[in-house]
């Protein structure tokens, strides 16, 4: 083959090919899925060697130390500000979605015909919190409904599941205002991706066995009769403290009314509260003749109590809005606010975390105990996890910071993982202490409720951590990282695929009865399950298959590859956000060509 051979005179490409240049490039420190950097052939999940290029605190005058000092404080105040700002507009958002979508989540949560099929269970979870923006809110409503006997333990199960794959969308979102910087999106995007295929893979393997043999309920059920349930106190409320002083000054929700939509006990009344407590005033039946005889307050007997309904104070208070156009407005405030926010944020962290601040933060995140006891490092990062999230009250919070921190490449990705999986089991403990502090007549309901949701998560835990062979939302995580920094708009299609269009699907197939969701779902989840295993098979024992099998060449293009769909993106949205970058273009062209690829490799 002559050395002047184009790709565009290259024939047609064959995965075996392809599969053979993936596994040279990949000994060579690079990965074929991954775009190649214009830099050189450079690991993008790895984290960088932070050096110190300044001139050190001893060698620098006091003026310098002094402005330097003052710049170091001011970045402290503006990313402490920039967080407690973050943070209430992630408050306010969940505020927005409530508004926007509680009654609808409440009247598909009371679905009881719907929920007894344990698919629908898992979707109308998902679709529940996704549209209130809140686990706690989810969960309160099935605890609620169990306590009232509108749905079994066992048809809560997969609503459970389904609220603990929601809550992810959070994370999800906050990595799409790293997209500016493809590297950055790429790394963040894994991160908020590992959270969310660890829930989907726990939650679509569970549910088989959940359905069949129950587990986690038989599991629950034995916990409550071996111990002895008391009312307990509230988790600590730390971050709501901080926050409430400023949000509850734009707007504030009853909770109450999402609960009841979901229990039958609804209202027509608005989510917005306009009626925050209650003064007590005495009244008379003649005041002035009692004071001027007896030269002193009446008689007890002649006064009765009455109660006076105390106005909130709020932005939207007695406002004559619609619930809806509230939600819009909110919507479009926080998410500005937050965007604004988060790349404040960004920009501080990447300022501050250089050099040898940088490297001791990097170096004590991601650092791992001596050998042979190396592998206890993941374990703490769970435990840490676990207790920031119990401290803050908050799952989404947690994860929707420890994502930028994996885009500026702070925290790595296998470091980010056992943090997000301990953050999983801090929401659940919260739950169990909430749960505690539950009306009598709900106490067990609510316990069993909490009990499952944290066993679902240890159950999660010991499939795809303990084994370092299964960890396998890292890899697929790291996967959509590559595809995301070169097809940007593969991050908005997974976000609309995974949190909406497809349970949306699997909810509209479970409302025509579960003969058609069988029907129609078995085959595809069979085809899907083929699908993968012939990749598998391709990849590492290609001699198992026909020769036809042995690659995807026989297939359309717009099938076996994204260059076509990419074509039609970048068409109808003709930014230079839309369209990949020139290396990965180059890259993508040459990649259906093996034979270019194949004199890559033979130099490599």
């Known amino acids: 083959m002559p050395n002047s051979l184009t790709c565009a005179q ?3 490409a064959t995965l075996d090919t392809v599969g053979l240049v993936d596994q040279r490039l990949g000994n060579a420190g690079t990965s074929g899925s991954a775009p190649i950097s214009e830099d050189g052939d450079v690991d993008p999940w790895a984290l960088p060697q932070l050096k110190d290029t300044g001139q050190s605190w001893k060698e620098l005058s006091m003026a310098s130390r002094v402005l330097q000092g003052a710049a170091g404080f001011l970045k402290a105040c503006g990313l402490l500000g920039s ?3 973050f943070i209430c507009s992630l408050d306010i958002l969940s505020s927005a979605f409530q508004l926007l979508g509680s009654k609808v989540a409440g009247d598909i949560f009371k679905d009881n015909v719907v929920l007894s099929n344990p698919v629908a269970g898992l979707v109308i979870g998902v679709l529940g919190t996704v549209l209130v923006q809140s686990s706690s809110t989810s969960s309160s409503i099935v605890v609620s409904m169990v306590a009232s006997k509108l749905l079994t333990v066992r048809a809560s199960v997969p609503v459970i599941m389904g609220v603990n794959v929601g809550t992810s969308v959070t994370s999800t ?20 991706a590992v959270h969310g295929v660890f829930n989907w893979l ?15 309920e038989r599991l629950s059920t034995l916990a409550l009769g071996a111990a002895s349930l008391q009312p307990g106190g509230r988790a600590p409320d730390i971050l709501k403290v901080l926050t409430r002083p400023l949000t509850h000054l734009i707007v504030q929700l009853d909770a109450d009314v999402i609960t009841g939509s979901g229990t039958g006990n609804a209202t027509n009344s608005s989510l917005i509260k306009r009626w925050c407590g209650t003064e007590a005033q005495t009244t008379a039946g003649n005041s002035s003749t009692c004071a001027a005889a007896t030269g002193g307050p009446c008689p007890a007997r002649n006064s009765s109590a009455a109660e006076e309904q105390l106005p909130c104070h709020h932005l939207f208070e007695g406002t004559a809005l619609a619930d809806l156009a509230v939600g819009f407005i909110l919507l479009a ?6 965007c604004a926010c988060l790349a404040l944020i960004v920009k501080l962290l990447s300022s501050t975390l250089r050099g040898r601040v940088g490297q001791a933060v990097s170096t004590v995140v991601n650092a791992d105990f001596p050998s042979p006891f190396g592998w206890l490092s993941g374990y703490l990062a769970i435990l840490v996890g676990a207790g920031l999230t119990f401290a803050l009250q908050s799952s989404s919070v ?14 790595s990705l296998e470091r980010a993982y056992p943090l997000f999986l301990g953050s999983n089991i801090g929401t659940t403990t919260t739950a169990l202490l909430a749960a505690l502090a539950s009306p009598s007549d709900m106490l067990i309901s609510a316990v069993q409720v909490a009990l499952i949701h944290f066993s679902f998560n240890l159950a999660g835990i010991l ?70 295993l012939v990749a598998i098979l391709q990849r590492h024992r290609p001699a198992w298959l026909p020769r036809r099998l042995r690659s995807w060449a026989w297939l359309p293009l717009w099938l076996r590859s994204l260059e076509p769909w990419d074509r039609l ?8 956000a839309c369209s990949p970058p020139q290396a990965a273009a180059k890259e993508a062209h040459c990649y259906e060509n093996p034979e270019v690829l194949v004199l890559a490799s033979q130099q490599l």
């Open 398 to 411: 947690f994860t929707a910071a420890v994502v930028p921190l994996v885009g500026v490449r702070v925290i």
């Open 569 to 576: 993106v970048s068409h109808c949205c003709p930014c230079k």
């Open 173 to 192: 979102l906050v990595s799409m205002a790293q997209s500016g910087d493809r590297d950055a999106f790429r790394r963040a995007f894994g991160g908020s």
């Open 463 to 532: 499939l795809w951590y303990v084994v370092p062979v299964l960890r396998l939302p890292i890899p697929l995580a790291k996967r959509f990282g590559d595809l995301t920094a070169r097809y940007r708009w593969v991050a908005i299609a997974y976000l609309l695929l995974s949190f909406l269009l497809l349970p949306l699907a699997a909810c509209g197939l479970s409302l025509a009865g579960s003969t058609v969701l069988a029907a129609v779902g078995g085959p595809l989840a069979v085809l899907v399950l083929l699908v993968i």
């Open 333 to 338: 405030g926080s998410l500005l606010v937050l």
């Open 202 to 216: 726990t939650a679509l393997t569970l549910l088989p066995l959940e359905s069949a043999a129950a587990p986690l």
């Open 10 to 12: 290259a024939p047609p």
């Open 83 to 85: 967080l407690y700002l």
